[in-house]
Structures are given as C-alpha cells and as structure tokens.
C-alpha cells in the first residue's frame, strides 16, 4: 500500500499530513491550488506528469476526480492545512478574493 501525504474525510475534505510534501488539487479544467505548510494559494508551475517527477519536486498531485480521491469533480474543497487553519475553496467563485478563504482559524 502506497503511503500518500494527504488523508480525505467525508465528501468534500482534504487534510495535509506531511509538512516535507505540498499537495498540488487539481479539479478538472479550474486552477491548481497549492497547499504547502503555510497556507494554499494558486500554483503557477507545471504539473508532474509522473508520480516520480513529483516525488523529486517534493509534491503530490490530488486530482479530486480520481476514484481514490473523490471520484468526481468538486465544487466545494475543505483542506486542512498544517498552519492550523482550514480553507475553503470555492470553485465557482474562481478569479474572486472569495475562491479560497479561511474557514476555520483553528480546526485543532
């Protein structure tokens, strides 16, 4: 069993594991979110091809449609991030200040 950096809970939560890797969320053709150990924000740079590409990178591609993730694409994403805080991202509110906000200050 691979071991992976991210773990999901219920239908719509991603929660970072390992401060080493940042987790690259892809959701169909909307904006790659990056969340690293500070916080989550859009993601400029290429996407991995390859999982070992990635691995060399110190990321890991969430693609929300896999069938190991979610098996469809979201609208709605909850991650908990390593800074303590949940976010939110909201894919309908793509290119506003309300695509990913801060849910939660602490979820601890």
């Given at each position: 069993m691979i071991e992976k950096n991210f773990i999901t809970s219920g239908r719509n939560t991603i929660i970072h594991k390992m401060r080493k890797f940042d987790l690259l969320i892809v959701n169909g053709n909307h904006p790659i979110v990056i969340v690293t150990n500070r916080g989550l924000g859009l993601y400029k740079g290429?996407?991995?091809?390859?999982?070992?590409?990635?691995?060399?990178?110190?990321?890991?591609?969430?693609?929300?449609?896999?069938?190991?993730?979610?098996?469809?694409?979201k609208t709605l994403v909850f991650v908990q991030a390593l800074d303590n805080k949940e976010y939110k991202i909201d894919y309908s509110k793509v290119g506003t200040n309300n695509f990913i906000r801060i849910h939660q200050e602490s979820y601890i």
């Open positions: 290429p996407v991995p091809r390859k999982k070992s590409d990635a691995k060399k990178a110190y990321q890991e591609v969430v693609d929300l449609g896999a069938v190991d993730v979610f098996g469809e694409e």
